[in-house]
């Protein structure tokens, strides 16, 4: 779930902004945030959660992102690829 401001916030229970992100371990302090919707409630930095994207995919006319550990397909609005790292054997 996306969470842009205090009122979303406080409705998915994250009482305080001081509360760290699950992936950088940082305050959470800014918004846009990304809330998982597992059993965890576990909260990060819409960034960070962008870091943990494997893999994405469109299905029946909507883009979808797996996020690593959190086990299925979320709904995503738009998608930018803007880095990207190849890492190609070196023969010896
Ligand atoms: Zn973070």
Same mark, same amino acid.
């Given at each position: 779930m996306l969470i842009v401001n205090d009122e979303q916030r406080l409705r998915a229970g994250i009482g305080s902004m001081s509360k760290r992100c699950q992936y950088c371990s940082k &305050?959470? &302090?800014?918004?846009?945030? #990304?809330?998982?919707?597992?059993?965890?409630l576990a909260v990060y930095h819409a960034a960070c959660a962008a870091e943990l994207? /494997?893999?994405v995919r469109k299905r029946k006319?909507?883009?979808q992102a797996? #996020?690593?550990?959190?086990?299925?397909?979320y709904p /995503?609005?738009? /998608?930018s690829i803007e880095r990207l790292v190849?890492? &190609?054997?070196?023969?010896?």
């Open positions: &305050a959470l &302090a800014a918004y846009p945030l #990304i809330l998982s919707d597992d059993a965890r994207v /494997v893999a006319g909507q883009i797996m #996020i690593f550990g959190w086990g299925r397909w /995503v609005e738009s /998608v190849v890492v &190609a054997p070196v023969a010896s």
